[in-house]
Structure formats: structure tokens, C-alpha cells
């Protein structure tokens, strides 16, 4: 039993879901971007040689201290939406830890990011891997 939204009575909380983690994703990867040009800046072009993995680090803390502390990224924020476990709580240190782990997979491999969307696209609640993986939903923000 899950304490979440049921989509059949709520569906406000799961419209337009899919293009909006599109557009959050974009803007997440806009402010990481920007964050490694100017690591590479202050390093004296340190970050830069050590792209991927300076890269890797900083996409999992960006993305895991902001998914614990509020359920959103910056860019899920500007989007109006939020991650939610099964119990319709906001996601756990661990919790987000793993979303994020599994979130970076998927971004690493691209055979598992094509599954990933394919799963949002065409499964309920436009649940990706991270999502099934650790129970939870993106949904809009109650307001």
C-alpha cells in the first residue's frame, strides 16, 4: 500500500510530470556545467585535465545533498515538481543516495538511459529506473 497521490483522483499531481523532469534535467545540467568551468578556473585548469571524475563527483553531491534536504534538484524546484518515496514522504538520505547513484548509471550508460526513458514514457506515473529502483514518484508540488 503507498501513500501516494492516486493518479485515477489526483491526477494534478502527475500532469505534465514527463516534459518538466526534461526541462529540470536541462537546467541541472546547466548549473553543473557551470560549476566545472569554474572549478576548472580556480584549480588552474586541474578540474578540466580531471574532467570525468572532478565531473561524476560533483553531479552525486549536487544532486544527492539537494534531493535529501528538499526532494529536488534546483532545476526540479524551478520546474514545480519533487520526488516522493512510496510512503509519499520526501526522500531519505539513503534514499536519495541511491536515487542518484542509480540516476548517474543510467547517465553514464547509454543503453540504460534509453531504458530509463523508454520506462518514463510508456509506463504509469512516468516512473524512470532511479524512480522503480527506489520506490519513488516525481510529482508537482502541492501547493
Do not use: C
Not at 14 to 30: E, N, S
Not at 44 to 56: Q, S, T
Not at 108 to 116: E, G, N, T
Amino acid at each position: 500500500m503507498t501513500n501516494l497521490p492516486d493518479p485515477s483522483y489526483d491526477a494534478a499531481y502527475y500532469d505534465g510530470v514527463l516534459p518538466k523532469r526534461f526541462f529540470a534535467w536541462v537546467i541541472d545540467a546547466a548549473l553543473i556545467f557551470a560549476a566545472m568551468i569554474l572549478l576548472s578556473i580556480f584549480t588552474a585548469g586541474i578540474a578540466f585535465v580531471l574532467w570525468i571524475p572532478v565531473h561524476a563527483v560533483l553531479s552525486f553531491f549536487y544532486r544527492w545533498t539537494t534531493i535529501k534536504n528538499r526532494s529536488a534538484t534546483f532545476g526540479m524546484r524551478v520546474m514545480n515538481i519533487e520526488l516522493r518515496n512510496r510512503d509519499g514522504q520526501q526522500l531519505s538520505d539513503k534514499e536519495a543516495a541511491l536515487h542518484t547513484l542509480v540516476f548517474l548509471a543510467g547517465a553514464m550508460i547509454l543503453i540504460v538511459q534509453l531504458i530509463s526513458i523508454a520506462m518514463m514514457i510508456g509506463r504509469p506515473l512516468n516512473r524512470g529506473l532511479a524512480d522503480e529502483i527506489t520506490g519513488a514518484v516525481m510529482l508537482n508540488r502541492p501547493a
